[in-house]
């Protein structure tokens, strides 16, 4: 399990299992340069303190089978190989790992849930989870995290041909949270992953969703809703791989800031390679900035290494509330906090309603309006 170069002009350009084999991040790096390193704690640098708690809670299917699993396994490890010195001390440092096994041709009657519950912020936590559809398989999964934690993970989706799986990752830490986490999905012939990563909590959260292709046919859609508070830090880093013919992606990403020092991240990158004729791509990031004093960094990348395509596009747009929505609707009695919450449920809504998972959609709408209740009251 040596180092493996990448030889395209990508940001993700070598992968390892081997923490040695990446350099101790500066922040100069282009893969760093948004992430305060000094708030995670050493997680970087090999320098995190070991014995934080992060302790499981499973609510499973009843068709679905859950393991804890040590570090042998040969199912760990098989679909995703670490991209950055976190995730290699990630897979260096766990001891169990969670393994979700849903059966060839069956469809789980329920959501399968993992709630992550953080017991100590003051040292750090390592986790795997693995998750894998067999062949035309159908599941939901959630994965709930709280608590205060110093916490690096990695997660794999094994999604197998003609199998669909549907992914609800919930960041909702407490105020002293750091989360570092890799989550990967490799999709088989004709498979479908949907993911929706939901970001509020936590003091520094960096959540790095990708995707890659085994056969032609497969379908991914990556959703993110994100609500970042002052001094907050919330980085979204999407890789999406396309490297065999005829296969579709699309990512919508959307955030709101408020107050100052309130800092989000999306970078986006997709890769169309030479073979992966047929390819049907769009990437969208928008960014709804409430109050002054915040920041905004939205990079989408797209690399495109044929011509036979069907269809390849990216977008980004951050700016203020539109006034004239605003005028609009106080002209017509609204008062100017019920405008802004409109304005900012419409907008996050459209992303909130895909969720596909009652309790979740509304445990997110409640967080949505309470973050507009912290705003209304400064």
């Not at 919930?170 to 490799?186: F, I, M, N």
Request: charged letters at 25%.
């Amino acid at each position: 399990m040596g180092l493996e170069q990448k030889p395209l002009s990508t940001l993700h350009e070598k992968a390892s299992y081997e923490v040695a084999d990446f350099d101790v991040p500066t922040g100069r790096e282009e893969e760093w340069r948004f992430t305060p390193l000094r708030r995670l704690r050493g997680l970087h640098n090999g320098t995190a303190e070991d014995g934080g708690k992060v302790l499981l809670e499973v609510e499973a299917a009843p068709e679905v089978t859950v393991e804890t699993v040590g570090r042998d396994d040969e199912r760990l490890g098989r679909a995703y190989v670490p991209a950055d010195r976190v995730s290699a001390q990630a897979w260096t440092s766990f001891t169990q790992a969670t393994v979700v096994t849903v059966p060839k041709e069956t469809a789980a009657s329920a959501p399968t849930v993992l709630r992550l519950r953080g017991e100590d912020a003051s040292a750090a936590a390592y986790g795997h989870t693995t998750v894998v559809l067999e062949p035309f398989a159908e599941a939901t999964v959630v994965l709930a995290h709280h608590g205060s934690a110093t916490y690096a993970d990695n997660v794999e989706f094994v999604v197998g041909d003609g199998a669909r799986l549907s992914v609800i990752s919930l960041q909702d830490w407490a105020d002293d949270g750091v989360h570092v986490s890799h989550q990967h999905a490799r999709l088989g012939r004709d498979a479908r992953f949907v993911s929706h990563n939901v970001s509020l909590g936590g003091d520094v959260v960096r959540i790095s969703p990708s995707v890659a292709y085994e056969g032609p046919g497969g379908d991914a859609e990556l959703y993110g809703v994100y609500f970042v508070d002052g001094g907050q830090h919330l980085e979204h880093r999407l890789l999406v791989d396309h490297a065999v013919p005829h296969c579709r992606s699309r990512v919508d990403y959307r955030g709101a800031l408020q107050d100052r020092d309130a800092h989000a991240v999306w970078i986006g990158d997709v890769i169309i390679r030479a073979e992966a004729e047929g390819t049907d791509t769009y990437e969208l990031n928008r960014n709804l900035v409430l109050t002054d004093g915040t920041r905004v960094d939205s990079v989408p990348n797209l690399e495109i290494l044929t011509g036979e395509v069907a269809g390849a596009g990216h977008a980004s747009a951050s700016g203020r509330l539109d006034d004239e929505h605003l005028f609009y609707l106080q002209a017509r009695g609204i008062t100017f906090d019920q405008a802004r919450r409109m304005v900012v449920r419409g907008f996050l809504g459209q992303l909130i309603e895909r969720i596909e998972v009652a309790e979740v959609r509304e445990k997110v709408r409640e967080a949505i309006e309470a973050e507009l209740d912290q705003g209304a009251a400064k």
